[in-house]
């Protein structure tokens, strides 16, 4: 089973909507958890850890479920700016990090 | 303060020469992480290390690539006699001991085997 889940995608969007990515992770010693943003042909980038409590940065929301082993990640008023592609990433112990597949967005105009 | 360095940014190989990328982690990161992307696919772990150790290798194929970390220098990721399956984007992260926001990546070096 892999550390690391997501749906690939891709989500297709327009301008202004609500998008939700989800993630789920297969250790429930699981420490910590990021999103990463991806461009295209680009590396990798900390959009934003998550928290217990849940957390926001703009239009952006992330909140992870402990007891069922997901973490989500909310994008507002959707910019076409915000075309990438979405990693989860979740942290087991010490130093090793687990890269979900990637969720696709595009965000039409 | 410069980021992860990589370098070459592009390499052009023929099959079965060498191909040999290297990785100059952030200041003060002490751990390097390799990872391969082949085209239209998600990043997949190849090895991590740490000044002259090897930690976790569990995804590196169990032939013609191998990687080094040495007390001096960057890392260098090394393949050997390479196919045209090998092309691919080959991105390297750092991280202090405590990685507490997670990976810095380079970025990263496009292998084409011709």
């Known amino acids: 089973r892999k550390e690391v889940e997501q749906d690939p995608g891709p989500f297709n969007v327009p301008e202004g909507a609500t998008v939700a990515f989800n993630c789920t992770y297969s250790n429930s010693a699981s420490q910590s958890f990021f999103w990463y943003r991806q461009d295209c042909r680009k590396e990798p980038k900390l959009l934003m850890s998550?928290?217990?409590s849940g957390n926001e940065d703009g239009r952006f929301t992330a909140q992870l479920n402990r007891a069922s082993q997901y973490i989500s990640l909310l994008i507002r008023d959707s910019k076409l700016s915000d075309s990438a592609t979405y990693l989860c990433?979740?942290?087991?112990?010490?130093?090793?990090?687990?890269f979900g597949t990637g969720t696709s967005l595009t965000v039409i105009p | 303060n410069a980021g992860v360095m990589q370098n070459p940014r592009h390499l052009v190989r023929r099959r079965g020469q060498e191909a040999r990328l290297r990785c100059s982690p952030m200041?003060?990161?002490?751990?390097v992480y390799w990872y391969r992307q082949l085209p239209e696919e998600g990043l997949k772990f190849m090895v991590y290390?740490?000044?002259?150790?090897?930690?976790?290798e569990s995804g590196m194929p169990k032939e013609r690539f191998s990687a080094e970390f040495p007390k001096e220098g960057p890392s260098i990721l090394r393949i050997q006699q390479v196919v045209r399956g090998d092309s691919a984007a080959y991105f390297c992260a750092s991280s202090p001991d405590r990685p507490n926001y997670g990976y810095t990546f380079g970025s990263g070096t496009r292998l084409t085997v011709v």
């Open positions: 200041k003060g990161h002490s751990h």
């Open positions: 998550v928290y217990s």
């Open positions: 990433v979740v942290n087991v112990a010490g130093n090793q990090f687990y």
């Open positions: 290390l740490q000044k002259e150790n090897i930690i976790d």
